[in-house]
């Protein structure tokens, strides 16, 4: 069983920054996302990595100013948010592929080919 722990939400006005964290608990080799919701809206794709690190996807969204990234034993996942925006508001989730299954430039977006999420942690911008 893979468990993904997230931290490092929080409240921040418009235009400040965070560092969200997602530690895997075991086989770190798979692609990994972070997902946003917000309550009454489908869960929507940030941002991506590949399993070796070398490929990103981001939502068209948060080009620019969210960077997704990984410590070299790849037990943690990053998300660098900078120039927040009230719009960013959500709970934010870590979630992991199957090992076997590639990010893809579409498929990193489905939800559905995720299996294993992280229980969410919460940011919030205000203006």
């Known amino acids: 069983q893979v468990q993904l722990v997230e931290s490092g939400g929080g409240s921040v006005q418009t235009g400040g920054s965070l560092r969200l964290s997602c530690t895997v608990s075991?086989?770190?080799?798979?692609?990994m996302a972070w997902f946003r919701q917000v309550p009454g809206k489908e869960r929507e794709g940030v941002a991506a990595?590949?399993?070796?690190?070398?490929?990103?996807y981001y939502a068209d969204s948060v080009k620019g100013r969210f960077t997704i990234s990984q410590e070299n034993a790849k037990t943690t996942r990053y998300l660098q948010m900078n120039s927040l925006k009230p719009e960013d508001t959500a709970m934010y989730y870590c979630?992991?592929?199957?090992?076997?299954?590639?990010?893809?430039?579409?498929?990193?977006?489905?939800?559905?080919?995720?299996?294993?999420w992280g229980q969410g942690t919460q940011v919030t911008v205000s203006s």
């Open positions: 990595i590949s399993s070796g690190g070398d490929t990103t």
């Open positions: 979630a992991a592929k199957p090992p076997t299954y590639a990010c893809g430039s579409v498929s990193w977006r489905r939800s559905d080919d995720y299996t294993y």
């Open positions: 075991r086989n770190v080799n798979r692609c």
